[in-house]
């Protein structure tokens, strides 16, 4: 780990205090789920703290399995979110999602041109594939995770094209020679491809802050290749250092053999967190988040993850690599599939332990359950390993717990030089890093 690196962190605009039995708290706000102003007031702490930004997350569809208990992925359009918000903040970077796989990429590129412009600079594009929604595009069935990887490398230079076809310095704005812009300077892209014909250019110049930073969420083996290629930084799936070391590590050597620095790529892990004035108390936050989830439902997790059916063994026994699955089958996600290989291969959990992991019972998160203190313990150690540059903020449990993140965790990590005490500067690149 580069000591003198401070980390990268970001507030996700999620609700994920809100999951299990966490909505019907008394202060869980959960009537103003769908109101701006809650993501507003959101921001404006992360904003307080000087995170680097905030990142709306999304889904092209409704999971009416998960209703009773959660939004289902509900939410309101997450670049119409966030250019409410970048009108009440200044400096917080402002990342919304968009997908390869269900939207033209004409679109996509000025929608987040517009995004970089409502906000003076702040936009950030998160790169998703997408696991779900194709019944609502008129798909009959989900390409492959290497297809949806192909797709998204050319809607990416799409994207790139269109955002350099006008570039910022062909607008001239010269009243007294009546010139608006430099014409020359604008140009089509005529882009035929594999999967998207565009002829360009862009109708919107892009911004004078310069580029729109990249994140992608994958870490499969192609969406490694592709984050490693193309984003400034990834949303890891990780568990444990272990997890996050190998990633990190992984990562910076496929940069190097893509022609980057190998610090081009930030691997910032979702930490969830659990924070409590006692262990007990914060123990208690985590059952109640995951008392919807029963043994059933678990076992059903680990099939759908793996095609792995393991209802018939004893809750004591090992589950070792010899029931597993061909690897090369399809699954819904590569990267939660290959994260619970890798577990039972090198570690052979019981079906108890198996169950009781985050990639079943959540989203594969780097998961702390306990007081503030705890947690700077934990996030020391990740920082220490090398397994991370920094994280994404995912609060659990309630809204104490987040409040606890900003009025005493955050300040911890200033203290001990880990993060800014103030912005050094005004767009969302420069808050990365990125030269």
Same mark, same amino acid.
């Given at each position: 780990?580069?000591?003198?690196?401070?980390?990268?962190?970001?507030?996700?605009?999620?609700?994920?205090?809100?999951? $299990?039995?966490?909505?019907?708290?008394?202060?869980?706000?959960?009537?103003?789920?769908?109101?701006?102003?809650?993501?507003?007031?959101?921001?404006?702490?992360?904003?307080?703290?000087?995170?680097?930004?905030?990142? /709306?997350?999304?889904?092209?569809?409704?999971?009416?399995?998960?209703?009773?208990?959660?939004?289902?992925?509900?939410?309101?359009?997450?670049?119409?979110?966030?250019?409410?918000?970048?009108?009440?903040?200044?400096?917080?970077?402002?990342?919304?999602?968009?997908?390869?796989?269900?939207?033209?990429?004409?679109?996509?590129?000025?929608?987040?041109?517009?995004?970089?412009?409502?906000? +003076?600079?702040?936009?950030?594009?998160?790169?998703?594939?997408?696991?779900?929604?194709?019944?609502?595009?008129?798909?009959?069935?989900?390409?492959?995770?290497?297809?949806?990887?192909?797709?998204? /490398?050319?809607?990416?230079?799409?994207?790139?094209?269109?955002?350099?076809?006008?570039?910022?310095?062909?607008?001239?704005?010269?009243?007294?020679?009546?010139?608006?812009?430099?014409?020359?300077?604008?140009?089509?892209?005529?882009?035929?491809?594999?999967?998207?014909?565009?002829? $360009?250019?862009? +109708?919107?110049?892009?911004?004078?802050?310069?580029?729109?930073?990249?994140?992608?969420?994958?870490?499969?083996?192609?969406?490694?290749?592709?984050?490693?290629?193309?984003?400034?930084?990834?949303?890891?799936?990780?568990?444990?250092?272990?997890? &996050?070391?190998?990633?990190?590590?992984?990562?910076?050597?496929?940069?190097?053999?893509?022609?980057?620095?190998?610090?081009?790529?930030?691997?910032?892990?979702?930490?969830?967190?659990?924070?409590?004035?006692?262990?007990?108390?914060?123990?208690?936050?985590?059952?109640?988040?995951?008392?919807?989830?029963?043994?059933?439902?678990?076992?059903?997790?680990?099939?759908?993850?793996?095609?792995?059916?393991?209802?018939?063994?004893?809750?004591?026994?090992?589950?070792?690599?010899? @029931?597993?699955?061909?690897?090369?089958?399809?699954?819904?996600?590569?990267?939660?599939?290959?994260?619970?290989?890798?577990?039972?291969?090198?570690?052979?959990?019981?079906?108890?332990?198996?169950?009781?992991?985050?990639? @079943?019972?959540?989203?594969?998160?780097?998961?702390?359950? &306990?007081? @503030?203190?705890?947690?700077?313990?934990?996030?020391?150690?990740?920082?220490?390993?090398?397994?991370?540059?920094?994280?994404?903020?995912?609060?659990? &449990?309630?809204?104490?717990?987040?409040?606890?993140?900003?009025?005493?965790?955050?300040?911890?990590?200033?203290?001990?030089?880990?993060?800014?005490?103030?912005?050094?500067?005004?767009?969302?690149?420069?808050?990365? $890093?990125?030269?």
């Amino acid at each position: 780990m580069n000591e003198k690196r401070q980390l990268c962190i970001g507030l996700a605009l999620s609700s994920t205090w809100l999951k $299990g039995n966490g909505w019907r708290r008394p202060d869980s706000g959960i009537e103003d789920l769908y109101s701006s102003d809650y993501y507003v007031e959101l921001a404006k702490l992360a904003e307080k703290a000087k995170l680097d930004f905030v990142f /709306r997350p999304d889904a092209m569809y409704l999971n009416m399995d998960a209703l009773s208990h959660s939004p289902g992925f509900g939410s309101l359009d997450p670049t119409i979110l966030l250019a409410s918000i970048a009108r009440e903040t200044k400096y917080i970077g402002l990342v919304t999602t968009a997908s390869t796989t269900f939207n033209p990429p004409y679109v996509v590129a000025r929608q987040l041109q517009s995004l970089h412009w409502v906000s +003076n600079g702040r936009a950030g594009w998160n790169m998703v594939t997408a696991l779900d929604g194709l019944d609502n595009f008129g798909a009959s069935q989900m390409p492959s995770s290497e297809e949806r990887y192909a797709q998204a /490398r050319e809607f990416c230079d799409v994207v790139h094209k269109l955002w350099d076809s006008y570039p910022n310095e062909a607008l001239l704005m010269d009243r007294e020679s009546g010139k608006m812009v430099d014409q020359e300077k604008i140009s089509p892209i005529d882009h035929a491809g594999e999967y998207f014909r565009v002829k $360009g250019p862009l +109708n919107l110049p892009a911004h004078s802050a310069g580029s729109i930073p990249l994140f992608q969420a994958g870490a499969s083996n192609t969406g490694r290749d592709f984050a490693a290629s193309t984003a400034d930084a990834i949303f890891a799936a990780s568990p444990d250092i272990a997890s &996050g070391t190998e990633l990190r590590s992984d990562l910076r050597r496929r940069a190097q053999e893509h022609g980057r620095h190998p610090d081009a790529v930030r691997v910032l892990p979702g930490l969830y967190f659990f924070l409590a004035s006692t262990r007990d108390e914060a123990r208690e936050l985590h059952r109640e988040a995951h008392a919807h989830l029963s043994t059933d439902r678990r076992y059903q997790a680990v099939q759908s993850i793996l095609g792995l059916d393991i209802r018939h063994l004893p809750m004591d026994q090992r589950v070792t690599a010899d @029931v597993l699955p061909d690897a090369d089958q399809p699954v819904r996600s590569r990267t939660h599939a290959d994260l619970l290989r890798r577990l039972i291969v090198e570690q052979q959990p019981t079906v108890e332990e198996l169950l009781a992991r985050p990639e @079943v019972v959540g989203s594969a998160h780097w998961v702390i359950v &306990g007081t @503030v203190e705890d947690a700077l313990k934990d996030i020391l150690a990740w920082h220490e390993a090398g397994a991370m540059d920094g994280f994404i903020a995912l609060p659990g &449990g309630s809204r104490q717990s987040m409040q606890l993140f900003f009025d005493e965790l955050m300040p911890l990590l200033v203290e001990r030089g880990l993060f800014r005490s103030e912005y050094t500067g005004s767009i969302l690149s420069e808050h990365l $890093g990125i030269q």
